[in-house]
């Protein structure tokens, strides 16, 4: 994290460095596939450095030597992704707590790069629901 003080109240920026070079989109945020950014951000405010604000975070790739994702996080566009990542946390936990582990991949594309097919449910489910109007990916 880099901080910067003004008037006592310090903000910083988080920084996660990436090995890989595949652009992350703020949509992976919002629909809770990719939330590092804000993870680090609601523990640098609320564990690491209690009052703190948090104004930005990236990524930035190791090998292409290039930022490849931004949350502005006080910007009117991205200023709802702490709100939107800390419900979804919980949310999460709360499923964990209660034994739900659904099926919901977040894309076709998903499926086809799992390193896990052969102990998949995805095909399970398919099956299940062949007669249903419900689309499995």
Do not use: W
Not at 68 to 91: M, N, P, Q, T, W
């Amino acid at each position: 994290a880099q901080l910067q003080s003004e008037n006592e109240i310090m903000d910083a920026r988080v920084i996660d460095y990436k090995t890989g070079s595949r652009s992350i989109t703020i949509k992976e945020a919002e629909q809770g596939r990719n939330l590092q950014l804000p993870i680090y951000a609601l523990a640098m405010r609320k564990a690491i450095m209690p009052g703190i604000r948090v104004n930005a975070a990236s990524y930035l790739s190791i090998s292409s030597a290039r930022p490849v994702g931004r949350i502005d996080f006080e910007s009117g566009e991205h200023a709802h992704i702490s709100d939107r990542a800390e419900y979804l946390i919980k949310s999460y936990v709360s499923q964990i707590e209660r034994g739900v582990f659904s099926i919901r991949p977040n894309g076709r594309d998903v499926c086809k790069q799992c390193q896990h097919v052969s102990a998949c449910r995805i095909a399970e489910l398919k099956s299940v629901m062949e007669d249903s109007d419900a689309e499995v990916y």
